[in-house]
């Protein structure tokens, strides 16, 4: 596949699955822009890895995207390294279990400005070049989650269907401009976070590690198996060809049934 030489910005990219996107785009020869909150130097390795991957250029980007000034600013740094940002992968986000009762306000508000403000501020910065230049790609990552609830997730499920609902909007504002707006909604994938979880289950339920992934984790899945990172990565590189210019406005589930039910 001859791919077009193109600006990628992939929040979130230095673990699970916007790492595997990211690690994609750079297969595909894309100048790629990670992100996390971690310091730059404790990244070193890996952006030396992605850069050994392919021809494009790869650069980090530290931002909190707790954080809206920082989260403000993150694609016009970018836009200002690379000189443009093509494909944006809003895929930063993060997770709390509790009882809404017992929903700490603080990590209501850090969920949503992770998962959500930041994606408003990102598409905000990026969508005018791409429109200017007739060709974008917007990919936010959201979840099942983003479709159907689950207790305890209060904020989780609240900020993926925002997205669904801010991936639809962007949609229509961008549809004659070349720029296509979609949200891959995945179930349960296979990323070091998951990984943590299925140890931790373990041990307060007192099962086995394959029985809190069959009977725990897994139970919403019809599959009963993981999605890997790269099924998603897929996906995302797909979203980007030519043959889906007219995917827009549309989540894309690879859940192994779940919102089947
Ligand atoms: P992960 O924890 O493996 O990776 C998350 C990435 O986001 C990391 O690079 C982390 O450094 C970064 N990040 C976290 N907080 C940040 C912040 N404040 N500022 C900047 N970067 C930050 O998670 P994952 O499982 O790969 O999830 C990635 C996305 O996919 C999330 O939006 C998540 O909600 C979604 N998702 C995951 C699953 C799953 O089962 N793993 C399922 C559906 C949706």
């Known amino acids: 596949m001859v791919e077009s030489k193109r600006v990628a910005l992939v929040t979130g990219s230095t673990s699970g699955i916007g790492l595997a996107i990211a690690q994609k785009y750079a297969q595909m020869n894309y100048d790629v822009a990670l992100n996390s909150f971690e310091p730059a130097e404790t990244v070193t390795g890996l952006v030396a890895d992605l850069q050994a991957i392919g021809a494009g250029r790869v650069a980090y980007f530290q931002a909190d995207l707790s954080d809206a000034a920082a989260s403000r600013d993150l694609a016009g740094q970018v836009i200002g390294h690379f000189g443009r940002v093509d494909v944006l992968v809003n895929n ?52 099942a989650h983003g479709l159907r609830a689950s207790p305890f997730k209060s904020a989780y499920v609240a900020t993926k269907h925002a997205v669904v609902g801010l991936t639809k909007t962007v949609a229509l504002e961008a549809a ?78 690879i859940d192994g049934g779940w919102t089947a039910k």
């Open 92 to 143: 930063a986000g993060i997770q709390k279990v509790a009882p809404i009762e017992d929903f700490a306000e603080d990590d209501w508000h850090r969920i949503v400005a992770v998962s959500l403000d930041s994606a408003f501020h990102t598409i905000r910065a990026t969508l005018p070049g791409m429109a200017q230049r007739g060709w974008g790609r917007i990919i936010n990552i959201a979840s």
């Open 176 to 253: 004659e401009k070349g720029v296509t707006v979609n949200a891959i909604c995945p179930g349960y994938v296979w990323t070091p976070l998951v990984a943590k979880q299925v140890a931790d289950q373990a041990r307060v339920h007192g099962l086995s590690e394959e029985e809190v992934v069959r009977q725990v984790i897994l139970a919403p899945q019809p599959t009963k198996q993981f999605v890997q990172p790269e099924e998603i990565a897929e996906m995302a590189a797909y979203l980007c060809s030519d043959w889906a210019r007219s995917i827009t406005g549309s989540t894309i589930s």
